[in-house]
Structures are given as C-alpha cells and as structure tokens.
C-alpha cells in the first residue's frame, strides 16, 4: 500500500449496531486523525493521535472512541451507531512537525 | 476555540481570476492552510502560510493577514478541473487543523 487507505468505502449500518472503521498508512506518519465531513459543516476533528500510544479528543468526540496501538492503524469505534452519526468519516496523517495533513479515500456511513 | 469563516459558492468564467477569502477568530494560531476537495474525493493540500504575505505556487497563491485574521486563495487562469470545493483552515499549537464549511467554486465555459 501506498499513503493512506480507509475501509470499508461504505457501509450501512442499523442503529444501535457496533462499528469500525479502519484506517491505516505506510508513510510512518506521528499524527493521526478522525474527521466527519457533513454538509454546509465542513470536516469536524472527532478524535486525533500524536504518536502510538497516545490520543486526544477533538470538537465532536461523543459516541466515537479511538485506539493507537502502533503507528500504521489508527481505528475509530462507534459503540452504538445512531442516525446522526451518517456522514462520511475521513482520517488523516502528518510528519511530525509540518501540520500538513494528508486524507485517506474516506468511509461513507449511513445509520438507519 | 476557532471561528472561520469562508463563502460558501462562487461562479467564475474559464481564464478568469477568483479569489476566496477566509476570516478566521482563533484562541492560537500556528498557520493556515487551503485544501481543494474535489467532489465525492478527499481533500488535497493546496498551501501553507505561517507569516504574513503572499504565496505564490503555479495558478494558485495564498496570501495571509496574522493581524487582520485574514487570509485569501488567488485562483489564476482558471480551468474546468478546478470546479471543486476550497477549504480554508487554521493550525492551532498542538496542530490540530480546524477547517472552514468550505467554498465550492463552479468554473463555467
């Protein structure tokens, strides 16, 4: 693989269902991030990761938890999905230091 | 926390110039960026300012405004295939971005 990929491409997904969506990047890459890209709100930070080992809450955290055991993955978990949560979901990683980001293909998610 | 602010549509003819402007209220400030997503893709890295003045890069240029809270993207000679969306955001300390609703542009024949 090459940058950074995401899975699935798309998903629907009954509420109340448990979900993963995967991430991972073979630049070796320190940070990491979740993003949600809904309509007329632009892409909102949901969960970030500095380095393996760490991570941090972003402005829409509720109801999404994240994991960084390595540096490649960077999973992101919704426990009990709910029609608010369909948008489509994109990570993204950066060199330490530059803050440039760059996105994986992103996940579309639709909870009924 | 961040408040940025961008338009949401404008409309350009092919070979013309448009620019897009970007405020931005911010608790810190550590650079700016612009990002075009084009759509049903992800968005792509277009320019980076961290002091004030102009970037200039090919067709596109960035310029920013620390003390004003102000930034713009200067789309020169425009194309078809740049009809995409143009996010604006803001790096804080921890470089963390928080983008802007973003701007579609429709380039017209």
């Known amino acids: 693989i090459a940058g950074i990929t995401q899975a699935p491409t798309s998903q629907i997904l009954a509420a109340g269902r448990r979900m993963t969506l995967r991430c991972t990047q073979d630049m070796r890459h320190n940070a990491m991030y979740w993003y949600r890209q809904d309509l007329g709100l632009g892409l909102r930070l949901i969960h970030y990761?500095?380095?393996?080992?760490?991570?941090g809450k972003g402005e829409v955290p509720d109801g999404y938890s994240v994991s960084r055991a390595n540096t490649d993955d960077f999973p992101l978990t919704l426990a009990s999905a709910v029609p608010s949560q369909t948008s489509v979901y994109f990570c993204?990683?950066?060199?330490?230091?530059?803050?440039?980001?760059?996105f994986g293909p992103g996940t579309r998610l639709t909870v009924l | 926390g961040q408040n940025i602010d961008q338009p949401t549509e404008m409309t350009a003819t092919e070979g013309a110039i448009v620019q897009i402007n970007c405020t931005y209220q911010?608790?810190?400030?550590?650079?700016l960026f612009w990002y075009q997503q084009h759509a049903g893709e992800a968005p792509t890295f277009l320019s980076y300012?961290?002091?004030?003045g102009l970037e200039e890069k090919g067709r596109f240029s960035s310029f920013l405004s620390r003390s004003k809270g102000y930034s713009y993207l200067l789309l020169k000679e425009l194309q078809m295939k740049d009809s995409a969306s143009y996010l604006c955001a803001v790096r804080d300390g921890d470089y963390k971005l928080s983008f802007g609703a973003g701007t579609t542009v429709t380039v017209r024949a």
């Open positions: 911010t608790s810190g400030f550590n650079g």
């Open positions: 990761s500095n380095t393996a080992g760490t991570t």
């Open positions: 993204a990683s950066s060199p330490e230091g530059t803050g440039e980001q760059f």
């Open positions: 300012n961290v002091l004030d």
